[in-house]
């Protein structure tokens, strides 16, 4: 009689629950407790494409962290293919990213917590948007991974920043065992699915036309990415369905309404509706449509079914825009210009120091 392996057992995902990343969790052990605080350091700040040659004045352990993930094995014909199809729906993937993949990570409730203890993401939710934004623009622009890139650095810098919050919060006293560990291996899963799974399903909402093996593609480029970021093999799916098992586990095992959840929901939605948005509807009627009532519901966001059933012909009209050829190139130039070139002088990925009170 065969049997077939269950996929993502509960058992492995517990432990997944208890496991952070040995290699940036090393390095901001070692920084902190000889006293190298990266946000007083002008090198550090300054240090943001590839090319960049590691300062001197690093202290080994932090030369040796970014040697290796600057070392990282790239596949370069997953990047091409990879980068490619984020520059084919750059536009609407940035749409998908503040009103779909951010939200929906707000409703895995032992997460939301974790943010919660900045109070920088309740009262900056435009800085949180647009950090988050500027990340996923570094590390799938078509120059990512070469020398003139940022794909590295921004990859190295975000590492460090979330084994800071685990050195911090383990540290503060604030932290209940029973929350697993801060920004655990599963945490750190998901949120790499709401990237590449979560966002080709808002493409598809939103009416893009996105094949299996494209699909396929990006989830296994931000695989390649997750990897750097520190994210354990085991919870990298390379196929579609994988990707939606594993999804569906961790959707089941820890998303619920959390006050933190909601409280993170309702600022960045506040922020984004009063912003400029490129459709003629409400900017909460579109992230209903494509959150859907029960994540709305963990969130503690309204859904009107009447409202976000109007809306969905929006659907109809870019399938028949996606028949047209565009030029993809002209319009990721202009979104490169909307978010403009980061100053070498500053960097958005800020390595915390301290805990909110």
Not at 147 to 153: T, V
Request: net charge neutral; hydrophobic share 40%; charged share 25%.
């Amino acid at each position: 009689m065969s049997t077939t392996k269950l996929k993502y057992p509960n058992t492995e995902l517990a432990l997944a629950r208890k496991q952070g990343d040995e290699l940036a969790d090393k390095t901001v052990k070692i920084l902190f407790e000889t006293g190298f605080n990266p946000l007083k350091s002008d090198s550090y700040n300054q240090l943001i494409y590839n090319n960049q040659a590691i300062p001197k004045d690093f202290p080994d352990v932090l030369s040796k962290y970014f040697s290796d993930i600057k070392s990282s094995k790239v596949d370069e014909i997953l990047a091409d293919n990879g980068s490619a199809f984020y520059l084919k729906h750059a536009a609407p993937v940035m749409l998908c990213l503040g009103m779909l993949s951010l939200p929906y990570c707000y409703a895995a409730a032992e997460g939301a917590k974790v943010l919660s203890f900045s109070k920088r993401i309740y009262e900056q939710p435009e800085k949180r948007l647009t950090e988050t934004a500027e990340f996923v623009f570094d590390v799938c622009s078509p120059e990512a991974f070469q020398p003139n890139g940022k794909g590295f650095i921004s990859i190295a810098k975000v590492r460090l920043m979330h084994a800071a919050i685990r050195y911090h919060l383990l540290k503060s006293g604030k932290w209940k065992d029973d929350f697993g560990y801060p920004v655990n291996q599963e945490d750190m899963a998901g949120t790499n699915l709401s990237f590449s799974l979560i966002a080709i399903r808002g493409l598809r909402k939103l009416g893009y036309t996105i094949s299996s093996e494209e699909s396929q593609t990006y989830i296994q480029y931000w695989n390649m990415i997750g990897e750097m970021l520190g994210i354990q093999n085991a919870w990298l799916p390379d196929t579609n369905q994988d990707a939606f098992i594993l999804e569906q586990k961790i959707k089941q095992r820890n998303f619920k309404y959390s006050k933190e959840g909601e409280m993170l929901a309702v600022n960045l939605q506040n922020y984004i509706k009063s912003q400029p948005l490129p459709f003629p509807f409400p900017s909460t009627t579109m992230m209903s449509y494509l959150l859907g009532e029960d994540i709305c519901n963990m969130i503690g966001l309204p859904y009107d079914r009447v409202d976000v059933d109007l809306i969905s012909n929006i659907k109809n009209v870019n399938a028949i825009r996606n028949a047209f050829p565009a030029n993809y190139q002209k319009e990721f130039i202009l979104l490169k210009k909307q978010f403009g070139e980061r100053k070498s002088e500053s960097s958005p990925f800020q390595f915390l120091s301290k805990l909110a009170s």
